[in-house]
């Protein structure tokens, strides 16, 4: 009788009568009453091939029960549907079993199952395996391809930014070097006697309140600027300094205004006017330069440090950090691809403890959700960064002001190789690597709402992973 039933089901037509009376003889028929027969991620220690009734499969995504299939066909399987591969998986339920109305399953112990298949239909069986670990060996070296090509693509943009302080330091210092040369030549006029003493004491008091006023002096629009040095610019002329108009520009950047200059002709005396106010200008010329120089390098280097910080080359792979570090230099990192029209917000958190992580990969996490921001938003939006605690998480959110995430395709973006980008832009697995990262290797969650002109991606860290 069961023999007969079990040649009705489609999996089961084509098999002989020894076939049969194993099936028989090593399964069993199971009723289930509406409800849960197994669940996800449980021990796989069960095939199911549902007799009657209806049933329903469904998987966790993020959190929420999603039904993927609902059926009342005879025949339909699930279960351990990879016990063919013995050890090489884990051998879970990749998803729950509901009995929707009250059901009956040829139920077969899952080790049986495996070692049925793999000695009744040993070559199938090495092509499947074959093909399963293929397609997730494909998918492993495809992620890795595509860490690479994120990582080569900012390192571009690295290259770019460095090259531009690089330059202004390099270009400062070569006019530094004449500059000093200008003051050596000066020093040996003040050797020859030609500048009496006391002048000499006025002119280097100058020169070192001078200084102090490049350090404070305030940073101008362009209007104020050429306003100002119209004002120096009238003065010198008033004065008979010539080559006014090159010099106002280096007395204004160094803070130098009419009353200053007013109160220096009187200290120096009109007769000694020009070459102290060219002693002044090369003092402060000096001086920015050496601030550019300054400045230049400080950029270098904190260029370089975020660098350090987003690949954590130096670091262990596992550590406690404190996740605006991570950002910072993730935001450093992009600036490049940050179009001019996109404004960035940070709305950060400080009070968060440091959470112990995979920093490295969280950077990756980072980088995919503010590349899929800015590939939403175009040329121009607002980003928004936000930081922030929920119960026993910290979460960091990415926000956009982008065209958003039809609710047609929503439950599919977590998919690898799902996107809706042109052929050979989108690869499809930022989200599939990045969902990777946070949930099976910091067994936080992330979640995604989204509106058009408002889309937050939110990854969610426990803080005590252990506990
Ligand atoms: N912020 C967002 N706004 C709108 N749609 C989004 C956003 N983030 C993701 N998506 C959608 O999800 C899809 C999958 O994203 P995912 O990052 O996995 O791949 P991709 O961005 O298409 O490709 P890749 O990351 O390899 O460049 C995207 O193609 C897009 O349709
Ligand atoms: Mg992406």
């Excluded at 860490?147 to 571009?156: C, D, E």
């Excluded at 007395?251 to 009109?270: H, K, R, S």
Aim: aromatic share 6%.
């Amino acid at each position: 009788m069961m023999k007969e039933e079990l040649k009705t089901l489609f999996l089961f037509e084509s098999l002989d009568d020894a076939k049969l009376d194993w099936l028989v003889e090593h399964g069993k028929v199971e009723h289930h009453p509406a409800g849960l027969v197994y669940a996800e991620g449980d021990d796989a220690t069960c095939f199911y091939v549902m007799l009657s009734g209806t049933c329903a499969l469904s998987r966790l995504v993020h959190g929420d029960d999603v039904e993927t299939v609902r059926t009342e066909q005879r025949g339909v399987y699930a279960g351990a549907t990879q016990a063919y591969l013995g050890a090489a998986v884990p051998q879970k339920y990749p998803n729950s079993l509901r009995a929707v109305t009250d059901c009956s399953f040829f139920v077969l112990p899952a080790t049986e199952f495996g070692a049925m298949m793999r000695s009744w239909f040993p070559m199938a069986m090495h092509l499947m395996e074959g093909l399963f670990f293929g397609l997730r060996n494909t998918q492993t070296i495809i992620g890795e391809r595509e860490r690479l090509l994120a990582l080569g693509s900012l390192s571009a943009g690295l290259t770019h930014e460095l090259n531009n302080p690089a330059a202004a330091a390099v270009r400062a210092t070569s006019v530094l070097r004449t500059r000093v040369a200008g003051m050596r030549h000066k020093l040996a006029m003040i050797a020859d006697g030609r500048v009496d003493g006391t002048k000499l004491r006025h002119l280097v008091d100058l020169q070192e309140e001078a200084v102090k006023r490049v350090a404070l002096a305030p940073a101008l629009t362009p209007l104020q600027t050429s306003d100002a040095e119209d004002a120096v610019g009238d003065w010198l002329e008033e004065h008979d300094v010539t080559g006014a108009w090159d010099i106002g520009a280096t007395l204004v950047a160094g803070g130098i205004d009419p009353e200053w200059l007013d109160a220096m002709a009187q200290t120096v005396g009109e007769e000694n006017l020009e070459p102290a106010v060219r002693w002044i200008t090369y003092t402060l010329d000096t001086e920015l330069l050496m601030a550019e120089i300054e400045d230049s390098v400080a950029r270098i280097s904190g260029l370089v440090a975020a660098a350090k910080q987003y690949s954590q080359l130096d670091r262990a792979p596992y550590q406690t950090v404190d996740v605006h570090d991570l950002l910072k230099a993730t935001l450093v990192m992009m600036n490049a691809k940050i179009p001019s029209g996109i404004k960035v917000v940070k709305e950060f958190d400080r009070s968060l403890p440091p959470i112990p992580a995979y920093a490295a990969e969280l950077n990756q996490v980072w980088t995919n959700l503010i590349d899929n921001a800015l590939g939403a938003m175009g040329q121009s939006g607002t980003l928004t960064i936000r930081t922030g605690r929920d119960g026993e998480n910290v979460f960091v959110e990415v926000a956009d002001t982008g065209h958003g995430i039809d609710p047609a395709i929503r439950p599919r973006i977590f998919e690898p190789f799902f996107t809706t980008k042109p052929v050979g832009e989108g690869t499809g697995l930022g989200l599939d690597i990045s969902y990777r990262i946070v949930v099976n290797k910091h067994h936080g969650d992330i979640k995604v709402t989204s509106s058009p002109g408002d889309t937050t991606f939110r990854v969610l860290l426990p803080i005590n992973p252990d506990a």
